[in-house]
Every structure is written in C-alpha cells, then in structure tokens.
T-cell receptor
Framework: TQLLEQSPQFLSIQEGENLTVYCNSS?????LQWYRQEPGEGPVLLVT?????EVKKLKRLTFQFGDARKDSSLHITAAQTGDTGLYLC???????????FGTGTRLKVLA | EPEVTQTPSHQVTQMGQEVILRCVPI?????FYWYRQILGQKVEFLVS????????KSEIFDDQFSVERPDGSNFTLKIRSTKLEDSAMYFC??????????????FGPGTRLTVT
C-alpha cells in the first residue's frame, strides 16, 4: 500500500515564525502536489513539482521535491495568521493515474 | 477564472437508494477524477477517467460505483445502493493534458452525501 505521511500533524506557531512541513513516502512519485483545504471546501492547488530536487517558490512559501522523488517539504517564512489552514500533499505514483493524499498538517498561526 | 462545479452541495438519501452526483469540469480539461473524504479523515482517490474510459480505480470503487460522461460537459458518479459508510464529502477534480499540466488537478467544492 502506497502511503504519504505528513509531519507534523498539528502545528501552532506565533506570527512571524518560520515553519517546515514534511511529506514522506517509500514510493517514487511522478509528481507531487501541495494543496490547502478550508473546512467544508475542496482542496485548492498551491504547487506541483515533477523533477527530483526541484524547488518552487510562491511568495513566502517554498516547496521542494526530494532528489529521489519520494518526499517533499513546504517551508513558510514569516508565517501570517492568514496561513492558518490544512495543508495536504498528494502524489501520483509512477506508472499510475491515481493520486494519493497525505494525512495533512493542520497549521494554526497565532497573532 | 474557470472552476469545477458540483451539484448538489448536499444530498441526503436513505440506505439502499441510488444517488447521482454531478460535476462540470473545467471546459478544456480532459482528465477527470472523483475523490471522497469521510469526516475527519484524509482525501481518498476513487477513480480517474479519460477518453470515456476509466483509467484507474481504487479498491473503494467497487461494483456499486460507476462514472459517466453523458454529454460534453457533465461528469457523474453514481452509487447504486447506498450504505451508511458511503456518507462523506465527494470531490470532483479535473486536469488538463496539455503543456505538462496533467498533474495539476483542480477540485470542485464537493457534495456532502449523508446516508440515513
């Protein structure tokens, strides 16, 4: 069974702090996506990474795909209260057209 | 900005009844997906669909489930005989094949299915 484990599950930090969320698997993925999901809504795509070692930046968010394409990280610089939410990683295992979602990291940024 | 839409937003049905959940994917997208999310749990893949065929399905997607693209715009998920454990949020997603965007899935707002 292919799994994507996210850590930490919960994170509560003060505004202005930096944080990193991890997404790990023993499987190789063709691509990996990061989403943000608000309660009662569908996941909203933040970024897609497809090349091992790839780094993408979206304002204060930096996403990295591991060299072996088995893991990824999301780093937020100077967190703001608006960053509060559920962050999900999702991957498409090589050779398949299905996507596996991670367990999620619930982030709370305190003012 | 184009978006995926889903109807209804909430469906309540009795156990054993058939339900059809509807989705209108983004118009130029060619790959379509259904996912479900049981309350408090992670998003689970159900099925992917391309060129009027199922590309891949999960163990959850058994004979009680079927998908169809009845016309050029709608993509439906049918559950033939609902069970209590089918209660969940069902999300439709679509992606574009061109320009390397296959992996970028755009999700609809979801249909909350409650089976009583």
């Amino acid at each position: 069974t292919q799994l994507l484990e996210q850590s930490p599950q919960f994170l509560s930090i003060q505004e202005g702090e930096n944080l990193t969320v991890y997404c790990n698997s023993s499987s190789v993925f063709s691509s990996l996506q990061w989403y943000r999901q608000e309660p009662g809504e569908g996941p909203v795509l933040l970024v897609t990474v497809v090349t091992g070692g790839e780094v993408k930046k979206l304002k204060r968010l930096t996403f990295q795909f591991g060299d072996a394409r088995k893991d990824s990280s999301l780093h937020i610089t100077a967190a703001q209260t608006g960053d509060t939410g559920l962050y999900l990683c999702a991957g498409g295992p090589s050779g398949t057209y299905k996507y596996i979602f991670g367990t999620g990291t619930r982030l709370k940024v305190l003012a | 900005e184009p978006e995926v839409t889903q109807t209804p937003s909430h469906q309540v049905t009795q156990m054993g009844q058939e339900v059809i959940l509807r989705c209108v994917p983004i118009s130029n997208h060619l790959y379509f997906y259904w996912y479900r999310q049981i309350l408090g749990q992670k998003v689970e893949f159900l099925v992917s669909f391309y060129n009027n065929e199922i590309s891949e399905k999960s163990e959850i997607f058994d004979d009680q489930f079927s998908v169809e693209r009845p016309d050029g715009s709608n993509f439906t998920l049918k559950i033939r005989s609902t069970k209590l454990e089918d209660s969940a949020m069902y999300f439709c997603a679509s992606s574009d094949l061109t320009g390397g965007h296959l992996y970028e899935q755009y999700f609809g707002p979801g249909t909350r299915l409650t089976v009583t």
